[in-house]
């Protein structure tokens, strides 16, 4: 790239920094994950220089012949990931994905019964400090004190609450769903129902997960997390509600689309689609299932009493560190989590009592079974040890060690 680095040093510098970090580090942030070269290679191309409002053979300028190969391409494969009947490749990401949904399919003032963020939840689904919130009326159901989600409180407060929607999805639950009760209890009351898959969608594609797309009215997704493309949303829905979907992404809430990114979605699509990538996802589910034994063992508080998916979420206020402390400690270690909320959470956000991990990217790298032992190892070293930064150093350099052996991106230089 040196086009970059001779006009703009700077960012070049910054870019080779980054590079480096992600390099040397293990990436255990449950929604992040390393594309590949021919993903990156479609999201730097000339793609980014066209304008396409509409959609394919409906466009509002010239010139999108090439552009519309690109976006059906990215449907038709992502369609047959999933099983679906109508697919929308254009939201810019998963947050303006789901407004587009609720924007859609609902008037202002309607109910929506999401999962409480807490308990696993997102922001998107109608957290008090989101613009969304004011729109629409959430109402939040919760997990059992087992960790499981509670259909029977669920199918209480969708009797109480008559609500215009049921959302399943969340960013911090790692167990199954059960799909088939969730659009039970949506019947029963006459709810509409949506799933956001934004964590999940790539074990789900893999046909490791259950998948709600046959059953469900809609279901959303990023692009970037399990599913291994670039940064992005997409709508997946049943025929009957193509149109306001369509139609509330664009001209209700976007205008021109990113054809670049849904250049490298086409691109991440047809690596899912490769028996690889189902060998993949089941790596990512065993090394989850390595790291709840390890961590477990060594006295750690997992929720939901473990993990069906890729991601853990961990108590540590037991082991004498909140929620911050534990992130950073483990950052000074080379070991980059994120501090997080367990369900009903006594602590503030700022500073919760968990931390959540994730396997997704270190499972793109390579690492197996034997690397995961080794990793439980060094997370319960640098939280025992969170004050003592000579420790976290010295595991720091472990970690480069191993990281050295599993190679990221050889050939790219900023
Ligand atoms: C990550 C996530 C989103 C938001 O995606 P962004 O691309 O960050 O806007 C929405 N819903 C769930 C469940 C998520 O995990």
Redesign the pocket.
């Known amino acids: 790239m040196t086009n970059l680095s001779a006009f703009d040093p700077a960012t070049a510098a910054s870019l080779a920094r980054e590079l480096t970090r992600q390099r040397e580090g293990l990436e255990m942030i449950p929604?992040e994950n390393f594309v590949s070269e021919a993903v990156l290679e479609a999201l730097g191309s000339i793609a980014t220089n066209k304008y396409s409002e509409g959609y394919p053979g409906k466009r509002y300028y010239g010139g999108c012949e090439f552009i519309d190969e690109i976006e059906s391409l990215a449907i038709a494969r992502a369609k047959q990931l999933f099983g679906a009947e109508h697919i929308n490749v254009q939201p810019l990401?998963?947050?303006p994905a789901?407004v587009a949904v609720y924007s859609a399919l609902l008037s202002p003032g309607d109910k929506i019964l999401g999962m409480d963020l807490s308990h696993g939840g997102?922001l998107?689904h109608g957290h008090p400090v989101t613009y969304m919130a004011k729109i629409y009326d959430f109402i939040r159901y919760k997990t059992t004190t087992d960790g499981r989600i509670d259909y029977d409180n669920l199918h209480a407060m969708a009797i109480e609450h008559k609500p215009k929607m049921i959302l399943a999805?969340?960013?911090a639950y790692s167990r199954e769903i059960e799909y088939e009760k969730v659009k039970a209890i949506a019947d029963e009351v006459g709810a509409i129902t949506m799933a956001?898959i934004?964590?999940i969608a790539g074990l789900i594609a893999a046909g490791e997960m259950h998948n709600p797309v046959p059953l469900f009215d809609v279901v959303t997704t990023?692009t970037h997390?399990t599913l291994r493309g670039p940064?992005g949303?997409m709508i997946i829905c049943k025929e009957i509600h193509k149109k306001a979907i369509d139609k509330a992404v664009f001209p209700g809430l976007q205008g021109g689309p990113h054809e670049n990114v849904i250049a490298a979605k086409a691109v991440a699509f047809k690596e899912a689609l490769e028996p690889s990538f189902k060998e993949y996802a089941k790596q990512i589910k065993a090394n989850a299932k390595i790291l709840e034994k390890e961590l477990a063992s060594r006295g750690y508080r997992l929720m939901f009493g473990g993990t069906d998916n890729h991601l853990l979420l961990i108590d540590v206020t037991p082991k004498g560190v909140t929620g911050a402390q534990a992130e950073k400690a483990l950052d000074l270690a080379g070991i980059t989590v994120n501090k997080n909320m367990i369900p009903d959470d006594p602590r503030s956000p700022m500073d919760p009592s968990g931390i959540r991990l994730g396997t997704p990217a270190i499972t793109t790298r390579g690492m197996e079974e034997e690397e995961m032992k080794k990793i439980a190892g060094w997370i319960d070293e640098a939280i025992m040890n969170a004050s003592d930064a000579t420790k976290l150093r010295q595991i720091r350099e472990e970690v480069k060690g191993m990281t050295g052996r599993f190679p990221l991106y050889p050939n790219l230089m900023y």
């Open positions: 929604s990401s998963g947050a789901n997102h998107t999805g969340y960013s956001d934004a964590h990023t997390k940064r949303g």
